[in-house]
């Protein structure tokens, strides 16, 4: 059924490719609990990792995920490499692809790059985040926690909340959840919502209690801070008060909701310390393992499409 | 030399009428109808003025290897294009009567006619205002930054002022800067599902507010480059309707395309100001038949390869429109928007009449200006078939109906056989 040449997205994507990767990821997150070394279905296969932008959980994870599987991973720093040196994207992607690997992942802070780049590569290519585009494996383990904790991924409640503007996990999140039949709200101050979200087929607001009403998920997001060019919010302990989420906003939430973050966390601004770290209602870790699980099976599922 | 046009599908704009008939012209200019030396059998195609493209972009001087007047000229010549009016953005910008001089000198190698605007501030920088004086004196049509807006309003109400003391006409780029500032499409949900920052339709509507309040302050004869979106237009309406010396223009590609169009991050669709949602389309197309907006225009702007292979928020705004601009009119023609006259009072006779230039009509005694064109002719645009250095158009691969058969400047022909 998944017959995608790349992951670029969400978007692209049919509800039953969506599901073949959350089944193939599931037993991946079996296997590793249950403490069994997978097959090593991606051995002898390259795969590298080029993040023009920072991050440690991301590209971590993209590691981990291809050295179970077998494969051969190398990461590259992009900031402080050739691009320095005036190398534009497509040469840079022409270079590495002159190397022949097999699996690229890549992250950039211009949304559509990632897509650029794929035009001009002969090996499959994962997003790993581009702009304020998509980030289509954090919307697959956040949908692969929901349904392992709820049971199902369709008519349910969930409310995505705080910067949904700067927001690739925004976006890939509530494109995913709408195709698979939610009902999706989301909650934030009207300066952090994108223009023309309305016509996305979301319910949108601006008044927390009223967004977490009966949801049965509670997705915060980071309060992008390195990604505001002005004033967006008054203050942080003002965004704090008003959209922070904390047990008291939790309670108009479903008895059994659950709170999720794709992390780096602000605690204090977008969440509640002790709420995140609250067993019992928090997912996060559980996000952060299924994160590896999902980036597993996407890169399986590519690399048999590529095998033919 | 003298050479008769005869059974043509003649397009007069200034009556706003198409007949069935001869056309004369002789020592390059229209006559009487008569026997002639020559004869040009039209077999009823179309016989128009020829267009008079305003806001032209050649790379000369600074960036010829994207445009030279050569190479413009060739592709204006095989687009209908007889008279290129250029812009001052060059590098460095065409801000001095010195500079000018030199663009007048290099534009004598083009095939068509060239004419020439100046930067309104020295170095298209909002400080100081150019020597308008001298550059009129040198031959400018007249003044603009391009797509720089004056941010300061005391600064341009003192070049209006001046412009005004001076009979000079001002061209304006009508957006809210701190608004359009780092912004590449317009904003709503396609924005929001690419991921692109969008600036909303109202920066155009503010920028053309506070330039219709210092027009009205100073009397200066005005011009606004661009109206892409309805709202602006009640604006523009109450100031022409106020007696305010003002007219409009805008672009062939906003007629004509959609914020859509842009589909999986296309850089030859980014341009300045960004493509509008359908419904702005067609209140611009509106305006134009209602004679609310001018002038239509290519805005050719070269740009090599390099600047639009990036990815979009990086890439290089504007796309090539010279060889362009007639095809693509006639998918108005062709949709039933607009009358091949009132195509060309927009393309031909308005620009010629608020510039000061003779053309745009088919009068007796008007230069032999002329383009002959089959309105109907279907083909499939291939972009490295453009006579233009730079290929970027957002119409490579796109159906067109529309062909130029020749063009004439002054009466010699410079396309066809």
Not at chain 2, 165 to 190: D, R, Y
Not at chain 2, 195 to 201: A, F, I, K, Q, T
Not at chain 2, 255 to 276: E, G, H
Request: glycine letters at 10%; aromatic letters at 4%.
């Amino acid at each position: 059924m998944f017959r995608q040449p790349h992951l670029l997205g969400i978007e692209p994507l049919h509800p039953l490719e969506i599901t073949e990767i959350l089944d193939l990821a599931d037993t991946y997150a079996e296997s590793a609990r249950a403490g069994e070394r997978p097959h090593r279905p991606l051995q002898g296969l390259t795969q590298v990792n080029m993040f023009f932008e920072n991050s440690t959980r991301t590209q971590a994870s993209f590691e981990i995920a291809g050295k179970r599987l077998g494969a051969d991973v190398m990461s590259m720093a992009m900031q402080t490499s050739s691009v320095k040196k005036g190398e534009t994207l497509i040469d840079t992607a022409m270079t590495l692809n002159a190397m022949r690997p097999d699996l690229l992942v890549v992250r950039h802070p211009q949304s559509g790059a990632v897509d650029l780049l794929a035009q001009k590569v002969d090996c499959a290519v994962l997003n790993a985040g581009d702009g304020r585009h998509e980030h289509p494996t954090q919307a697959l383990l956040d949908a692969l926690t929901i349904r392992r904790e709820k049971g199902r991924l369709h008519r349910l409640t969930i409310a995505i909340c705080g910067d949904i503007a700067h927001s690739r996990v925004a976006r890939s999140n509530l494109i995913l959840l709408g195709k698979m039949e939610n009902r999706v709200r989301l909650v934030g101050p009207p300066t952090l919502m994108p223009a023309g979200v309305a016509d996305l087929g979301v319910e949108v607001t601006d008044d927390m209690e009223e967004g977490l009403r009966d949801a049965d998920v509670v997705m915060m997001l980071r309060l992008q801070r390195e990604r505001m060019d002005g004033a967006f919010i008054p203050s942080e302990r003002e965004y704090y008060h008003r959209f922070g989420l904390d047990a008291a906003k939790l309670t108009h939430a479903k008895p059994d909701a659950i709170v999720m973050h794709p992390g780096p966390m602000n605690r204090g601004v977008e969440i509640d310390g002790t709420l995140a770290d609250d067993i019992n209602r928090s997912v996060i870790q559980e996000q952060v393992e299924m994160g590896v699980a999902v980036r597993m099976a996407a890169m399986e599922l590519l690399a048999r499409n590529r095998a033919g | 030399m003298s050479t008769l046009f005869t059974d043509a599908r003649l397009i007069d704009p200034v009556s706003g009428e198409e007949r069935r008939g001869d056309l004369r012209i002789e020592d390059g200019r229209i006559t009487a109808p008569g026997p002639a030396a020559q004869v040009v059998e039209c077999g009823g195609k179309c016989l128009a003025p020829g267009l008079v493209d305003w806001g032209v972009k050649v790379g000369e001087p600074g960036e010829r290897h994207k445009e030279s007047f050569r190479s413009a000229g060739q592709a204006a010549a095989r687009g209908g294009v007889t008279t290129m009016v250029c812009r001052p953005d060059t590098q460095p910008p065409i801000d001095s009567p010195e500079i000018l001089a030199q663009a007048r000198s290099h534009a004598e190698e083009a095939p068509v006619r060239v004419h020439h605007m100046a930067a309104l501030t020295k170095a298209r920088s909002g400080g100081e205002m150019t020597e308008i004086g001298f550059l009129l004196d040198a031959g400018a049509l007249a003044f603009t930054d391009g797509v720089r807006v004056v941010r300061d309003a005391r600064i341009l109400s003192r070049c209006l002022t001046y412009a005004r003391s001076l009979g000079a006409l001002v061209v304006a780029h009508p957006q809210e800067p701190s608004l359009t500032a780092g912004t590449c499409v317009t904003s709503g949900k396609f924005a929001t599902l690419r991921g692109l920052s969008g600036v909303s339709p109202m920066a155009e509507r503010m920028g053309l507010e506070r330039d219709l309040a210092l027009v009205e302050m100073t009397g200066v004869r005005y011009h606004a480059d661009q109206i892409t979106c309805a709202a602006g237009l009640p604006a523009l309406r109450a100031a022409k309707a106020a007696g305010l010396d003002v007219t409009a223009g805008t672009s062939i590609h906003h007629l004509t395309l959609n914020a859509l169009d842009v589909a999986d991050y296309r850089t030859f669709f980014k341009l300045t100001p960004p493509l509008r949602d359908e419904d702005d389309r067609l209140a611009a197309i509106e305006a134009v038949a209602d004679g609310t907006i001018d002038v239509i225009a290519s805005f050719h702007t070269p740009q090599d390869e390099e600047s639009k292979r990036l990815p979009f928020e990086a890439a290089a705004p504007g796309a090539v429109g010279l060889e362009t601009l007639l095809p693509a009119a006639m998918r108005l023609y062709h949709g039933g928007h607009l009358s091949l006259p009132q195509i060309w009072r927009a393309m031909s006779t308005n620009p010629a009449q608020r510039l000061g230039l003779e053309g745009g009509t088919l009068e007796e005694g008007a230069p032999a200006d002329l383009v002959l064109f089959d309105p109907d002719a279907p083909f499939v645009l291939d972009r490295w078939t453009l006579a233009s250095k730079a290929k970027n158009t957002p119409f490579d691969g796109a159906r067109m109906e529309g062909r130029v058969l020749g063009t004439w400047v002054g009466g010699r022909r410079v396309f066809g056989e």
